[in-house]
């Protein structure tokens, strides 16, 4: 899929100026956004950015971009853990 993007002109000359590759820059914040939100896995971001797997976390840790993980999450795995490892 194609995407276009319109800006006012001002705005465009600003952000060209400012980042040599704006197409890069624009799928990398689809990339960020879509991660964020959910929408994208750390798979897909990879995949749509060309990257590899370190490459992949690199990226998303150099803009906070972190797994949403909280307690619950970590007390599921923990049993998880417990489990498998008493068998």
Excluded: C, H
Aim: proline share 5%; no cysteine; hydrophobic share 40%.
């Amino acid at each position: 899929m194609n995407v276009a993007i319109e800006l006012p002109e001002d705005i465009a000359r600003q952000l060209a100026a400012a980042w040599p590759d704006m197409p890069r820059r624009a799928l990398e914040a689809i990339a960020l956004e879509g991660y964020r939100s959910g929408a994208l896995t750390r798979g897909q971001v990879g995949r749509l950015l060309s990257l590899g797997f370190w490459e992949t976390q690199a990226f998303l840790k150099e803009r906070q971009a972190y797994l949403p993980y909280d307690e619950g999450d970590l007390e599921r795995d923990r049993r998880t853990l417990d489990q498998a490892l008493s068998e």
